[in-house]
């Protein structure tokens, strides 16, 4: 959506209140989205200027606010109603897209699913987060990135911890949860580095993992642990 209203990229939805056949309402939803940015301080360093057919603003958004939704969200409150309510549903409309598009390619994490059964069994044997790094550096097929993360940020007044692989996939990762076990949606390297760092002490990593995976085990009777 950033890059979309910063013109590095093209908008995936027509933005609300605006048609495709009248791009002038289009420039003139952007012009005002930027302004809006500015005033909550997620576009610095604006620049005021005359651009072919009209006035003409710029600026830049730093890194860590790229995709940081709650920010956007927090920031969003302190706009006026009309721009407030245009840019949410701007943001809605995207994401409505970004989730349909992952759900058709595969790649759309569930987080946790609930199921209803009777008997719930596991097939094969369960493996240790330390044992599946063990086994990609033993076969030397272990890429300097993988091994365990460590959010940068808290969350419930906690940091999280991940296993990471890189997948067949160059420059995505496979993630491993200890309260889920491996996600669906693979991590590309640039979010893996922006939300977590990599821990090198293996023995903080493992006491992080499980004290995760105990905290996650006692959150309800109906939450099955699959990765310890």
Known sequence: MYRGIMEQ??????????SS???????????KAKAALVSVGIVRDSILGNGKYSVKLSGRIID?????????????????????????????????VLVQNARIEGNLDYGIVYMRANIVELEGTPKFASTM???????????????FYESKREWLGRCHFILAFESTTSGMFKIVRPAIGESIREMPLPELKNKYRKMSSLQKAHSGWEDEYEVSSKQGNDV?????
Do not use: W, Y
């Open 9 to 18: 990229d093209s908008l995936p939805v027509v933005p609300p209140g605006c």
């Open 21 to 31: 056949e009248k791009p002038d309402t289009i420039q003139d939803f952007i012009l």
């Open 64 to 96: 860590s606010d790229m995709h940081d939704v709650g920010r956007f969200l927090n920031r969003l409150l302190g706009l006026p109603p009309d721009i407030q309510n245009r840019l949410f549903e701007l943001f809605v409309s995207i994401l409505d």
């Open 133 to 147: 790094l063990e086994e990609k550096q033993k076969d030397g097929l272990s890429p300097a990135n993988d091994g």
């Open 224 to 228: 099955i642990t699959v990765c310890r």
